[in-house]
């Protein structure tokens, strides 16, 4: 289905834990409803990244908004998915890395950097039309999205997927080792006092144990055409 121009083009929210599949649902859904697939996490990486350039402590907030601020972020498409264009560098691959997904989980915390990342992506989310994926979108950057959703799946389940990502990459890691890793990044993630993973009051639960994606995708489209119906016949 299309929408005609004049239809309201809607702000959807997915929250969740890291290896939830909300990267491979956000474009996927994206794609299907012809929005902006906006990758929150992978902007928190490519600060991480020009951070650890720079070989700012992350104790220096005065150090790391200096560096945070002039990093440009956008996102362009590529066959079916996305480049991240980080201070005009195809940052793609190096913000992948297990040691900028540990750096990235410490230096998210940091008020300097989230106040710079909400305030942009307001910017790039505003005018509708999006998919978010991250961590605070239903709770702090969107708490008025027209859709949440939070999508979760059991560790050992999230640590397999995150396995078998960075095996295709030649990384050389233990399953063991990643599950433990997923789950030592989501407990920073949840127990931090700014913008913690948490789940908003009016979010839609979504379990992907053991459901392919394209189920998972199924039934979330559902719920924003059904979403996209009300709104445009309000
Ligand atoms: O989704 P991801 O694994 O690429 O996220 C990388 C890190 O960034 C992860 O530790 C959580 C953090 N993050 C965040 O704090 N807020 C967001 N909106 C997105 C990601």
């Known amino acids: 289905m299309v929408m005609a121009?004049?239809?309201k083009r809607l702000i959807i929210a997915i929250d969740g834990?890291?290896?939830?599949?909300k990267s491979t649902v956000t474009r996927l859904l994206a794609q299907r409803l012809g929005y902006l697939n906006i990758d929150t996490g992978a902007m928190y990486?490519?600060?991480?990244?020009?951070?650890?350039r720079a070989g700012v402590p992350l104790t220096d907030d005065e150090a790391l908004a200096r560096v945070c601020s002039g990093v440009t972020i956008a996102f362009e498409r590529n066959n079916g998915g996305y480049r991240i264009i980080a201070k005009g560098e195809d940052v793609s691959a190096a913000i992948r890395t297990p040691e900028i997904s540990r750096l990235t989980s410490k230096l998210s915390a940091r008020r300097v950097v989230r106040d710079i990342?909400?305030?942009l992506q307001r910017e790039m989310g505003r005018g509708g039309g999006v998919v978010l994926e991250g961590r605070d979108i239903g709770t702090v950057v969107f708490p008025d999205a027209d859709v949440k959703f939070f999508l979760t799946a059991s560790p050992e389940e999230r640590g397999r997927r995150r396995y078998l990502e960075l095996q295709a990459k030649g990384e050389d890691i233990s399953l063991e080792r990643t599950i433990a890793e997923v789950v030592a990044r989501d407990e920073q993630d949840a127990n931090?006092?700014?913008?913690?993973?948490?789940r908003a009051a009016d979010a839609i639960d979504i379990d992907s144990t053991g459901r392919s994606i394209e189920e998972v995708l199924a039934c979330m489209e559902?719920?924003?055409?059904?979403?996209?119906?009300?709104?445009?016949?309000?």
């Not at 931090?192 to 948490?198: D, G, I, N, T």
């Not at 559902?222 to 309000?234: C, D, F, I, R, T």
């Open 45 to 52: 990486r490519a600060l991480a990244l020009f951070v650890q």
């Open 222 to 234: 559902g719920m924003v055409w059904e979403k996209l119906k009300a709104v445009n016949s309000e």
């Open 17 to 21: 834990p890291s290896g939830a599949g």
């Open 117 to 119: 990342l909400t305030r």
């Open 192 to 198: 931090r006092e700014l913008a913690p993973l948490v």
């Open 5 to 7: 121009d004049t239809e």
